[in-house]
């Protein structure tokens, strides 16, 4: 019968699908956007979990392990009767992203509870393993000042805290251990994947690594940079603003010895709307340094122009990993 349907009745049904696509999309976007307006409650969700170690309780209990709420709780000092409700209540917003497993499990009382896993994205989050990333409360400060970011001419982190981040690491032990904690231990994860698909260090006898953590060598590298004929620049010019970066890439340029390399890992934010989870990624880093540094995420071309004014001919880019691009400048076109 389908196919006598008279044509007014079949451009009805394509009118009705249309319309009904059309309003489910809508539908869509409208909570989509809602979303995006109560985001705040994940980032305070995930910083609360960090602090409390949500995440390494259920690491420590064993591979594979899940625990309930009042299970994760009785390893926290709460005087809250209601505290198993409240973290169980986070824990869900934490597994509908990912960072956690939810099943339920049966009580004795015939009642049912959530028990919650570390997926491997949480893994990430464990503190005391060497994968972690060890973020949470170091970057907590200045945030609430970025309106001022658009009205004055400030950075809010100083406006905070009164003076400038590496200031006040130098003033804060604890924060300062937690901040350089995190930096290791990113380096150290993602380093480890770079080295699997980068062959760029294996012809390198002398490598300079500039902020880094291997033989010690005392200096202000916007003064001078020991010689070698590898430079590693990694995460180090986002922290600064152009006329800085100018300046430490002019010294690695004096100090490479013929034929030697520049290499920067680093993140390289998108010309233009990509939607790509690295995009996402290094856009919203771009707004934390913003809130901490007087520096930024960079996109290629912006890399290729600081690199070209200070005398570097060559200028390669790939992909590393988790983020981090590699780009290779010589000094020989």
Request: proline share 3%; with cysteine; charged share 25%.
């Amino acid at each position: 019968m389908a196919e006598h349907t008279p044509p007014k009745v079949k451009e009805n049904n394509a009118r009705c699908s249309n319309k009904e696509e059309k309003e489910e999309n809508d539908d869509q976007a409208c909570i989509y956007a809602m979303q995006i307006c109560n985001s705040f409650t994940f980032n305070i969700t995930l910083t609360v979990a960090l602090d409390l170690g949500f995440f390494d309780t259920i690491s420590r209990a064993g591979h594979g392990a899940r625990l309930s709420a009042s299970e994760i709780v009785s390893r926290v000092q709460t005087r809250n009767p209601r505290a198993t409700s409240v973290v169980d209540r986070m824990l869900h917003l934490l597994a509908i992203y990912s960072l956690l497993t939810c099943k339920l499990r049966d009580q004795e009382n015939g009642l049912v509870e959530r028990v919650y896993g570390l997926t491997l994205a949480g893994k990430y989050f464990v503190r005391d393993s060497e994968n972690g990333l060890a973020c949470g409360p170091y970057q907590s400060r200045g945030p609430q000042y970025m309106k001022d970011a658009v009205l004055e001419d400030i950075i809010p982190f100083e406006k905070a805290s009164g003076m400038s981040l590496f200031e006040y690491m130098n003033k804060d032990p604890e924060f300062n251990y937690m901040f350089n904690k995190a930096m290791a231990e990113d380096s150290s994860r993602a380093m480890k994947r770079i080295l699997e698909t980068y062959k760029g260090f294996e012809d390198v006898k002398v490598l300079v690594d500039v902020g880094g953590g291997i033989e010690h060598v005392g200096g202000d590298m916007f003064q001078y940079i020991p010689t070698g004929d590898a430079i590693l620049l990694k995460n180090i010019l986002h922290d600064f603003n152009e006329e800085s970066c100018l300046k430490i890439l002019k010294n690695c340029h004096k100090a490479l010895l013929e034929n030697g390399k520049v290499i920067i890992v680093t993140g390289i934010l998108p010309e233009a709307g990509e939607n790509s989870v690295e995009a996402k990624l290094v856009a919203q880093l771009d707004i934390s340094i913003m809130s901490n540094l007087p520096g930024k995420e960079r996109t290629e071309q912006e890399f290729k122009a600081l690199a070209e004014a200070v005398g570097f001919l060559n200028f390669c880019v790939v992909y590393g990993a988790q983020a981090n691009w590699i780009i290779e400048c010589t000094s020989k076109p």
